[in-house]
């Protein structure tokens, strides 16, 4: 238990963890290939480095976020000294998801290790050779009784979901954030729900449209679309659509070259589920760029489809593949319509030259977080809160958060006794008006 309460020790905990993410870097990348033929370029971006940026933050900033904190004390209680202490929850679970499957199973982890948690990892089955490498370093920095990495299927994380827990993180898809929230509210069980959604991305007739095409095509095939933020669909405005699709087109074959099947950036399909799932959002759409399948590298090209219908399979739930479906707006009328047809999205992005036009659009719309002019990128600043709204999910993460994410907040009055200002005690006689002057100025 000495994690519960000895910072040094958590500190030096997530030290060792450190060593041994870095030790074993190269052996993460080689998994993350093997898994779904990630690059090295994406697996160090977005999953090693951060790790170990999340890691080296933590390190340094885990004695401030665990002092005790003082607060400006309450006039009605003086004389006090006010603290917010920060406790561990306790027995923490954590289920992580295939797509990034490194980096949202290690970042939950360290937040929840610096802030005193106990913690059950239970990492994804189908990016199988990542979990493994996850489980063995794992094993190798902590104590089993500290940080346990539990690997299986859904039948496992069926089994954890009976237990008891004093916080479950969860990171996957709504219909099972839905299974999970069930499980933990059965205990009372607080928790954070880090799910996906239909990610509108609009550009309007002002935007820089080459730029815009650029990344939004960096955005939606990085990770070929298995990605939460990853803008789903375009709204296009329909003065500058045709123009539009030209420059994406010619930027995914600037990223990936002609046939994009042979390059070694651009990743596959996770399993065959998802291949064919995906291939069947194909069907009965007007596929104006890439559109090509192969089953036995579980490939699908960077594709983009031209005013799907609203009722068509792709616009009915988040796409999750390197699928891009173009729809052109008239009216921000037009935008409303489309918008609100579902849930509140995980991520926004408009791209924009017109600033009234952009801030108007992200007041407007509620949404987990997002970009103007850009996709993506909010992920990467550790003071931005990351997490969803509505069925995008519960609670956010990142930085400091992520330390406050696990650790209950405690309020603690010191009262002093050198004085006790009879005020508050009964008999209350004519004390009324005294106490009505004092509030008024409170
Ligand atoms: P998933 O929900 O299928 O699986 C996530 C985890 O839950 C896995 O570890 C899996 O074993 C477990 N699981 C699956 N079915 C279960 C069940 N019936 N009961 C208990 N546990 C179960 O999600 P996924 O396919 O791994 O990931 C893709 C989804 O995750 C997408 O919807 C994506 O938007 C979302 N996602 C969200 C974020 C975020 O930060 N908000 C990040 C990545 C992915």
């Known amino acids: 238990m000495e994690y519960k309460t000895n910072v040094r020790y958590r500190k030096e905990s997530l030290k060792k963890l450190l060593y041994y993410v870095v030790k074993n870097e190269e052996t993460i990348i080689q998994a993350l290939y093997d898994d779904f033929k990630k690059s090295a370029f994406e697996a160090v971006l977005t999953e090693t480095s951060y ?21 400006l004390p309450s006039i009605l209680n003086f004389p006090s000294s006010d603290f917010i202490y920060s406790e561990p ?36 089955e189908l990016t199988p050779k990542t979990s493994a490498i996850i489980a063995k370093i794992i094993a190798k920095a902590f104590h089993k009784n500290h940080v346990e990495v539990i690997e299986g299927d859904v039948t496992v994380s069926q089994q954890l979901l009976t237990q008891r827990w004093d916080y479950i993180f969860f990171t996957g898809s709504v ?3 839905k299974i999970v929230a069930k499980a933990a509210a059965q205990f009372i069980t607080p928790v954070t729900l880090e799910l996906g959604g239909k990610n509108p991305c609009i550009v309007d007739e002002t935007a820089d449209l080459k730029l815009a095409a650029k990344r939004i095509v960096w955005g939606k095939f990085v990770n070929a679309g298995q990605t939460c933020i990853a803008p789903d669909y375009i709204l296009v405005h329909f003065k500058v659509k045709e123009k539009f699709i030209i420059y994406l087109m010619e930027e995914i074959t600037l990223a990936y070259g002609k046939e994009p099947e042979f390059s070694q950036d651009f990743p596959s399909i996770v399993n065959e589920k998802n291949w064919r799932r995906l291939c069947n959002l194909l069907i009965d759409t007007s596929v104006v760029f890439g559109g090509k399948t192969k089953e036995d590298k579980y490939y699908i090209a960077p594709t983009l489809i031209d005013e799907p219908s609203l009722d068509s399979l792709i616009m009915a739930d988040e796409i999750f593949g390197p699928l891009l479906p173009i729809l052109s707006y008239k009216t921000e009328d037009d935008l409303e319509t489309i918008i609100t047809r579902y849930e509140k999205p995980l991520a926004f992005y408009v791209f924009s030259l017109n600033s009234n036009f952009s801030k108007k659009i992200i007041q407007k719309y509620s949404f987990g977080g997002g970009c103007i002019n850009d996709t993506m990128i909010h992920f990467a600043n550790k003071r931005l809160p990351f997490g969803g709204v509505g069925h995008s999910g519960i609670g956010a993460y990142h930085g400091r958060l992520s330390f406050d994410t696990f650790s209950h907040k405690k309020a603690i009055v010191k009262k002093g006794n050198w004085i006790d200002l009879s005020m508050r005690y009964a008999p209350y006689k004519d004390k009324l008006t005294t106490i009505r002057r004092i509030l008024k100025w409170l």
């Open 51 to 71: 790790v170990i940026s999340d890691l080296k933050y933590a390190i340094n900033n885990i004695n401030s976020w665990a002092k005790p904190k003082r607060v």
């Open 89 to 124: 929850y306790g027995k923490v679970l954590i289920i992580s998801p295939w797509n990034y499957p490194f980096q949202l199973a290690l970042c939950p982890l360290i937040s929840a290790v610096a802030a005193g948690n106990r913690v059950i990892l239970k990492p994804s």
């Open 175 to 177: 219909p099972v954030g």
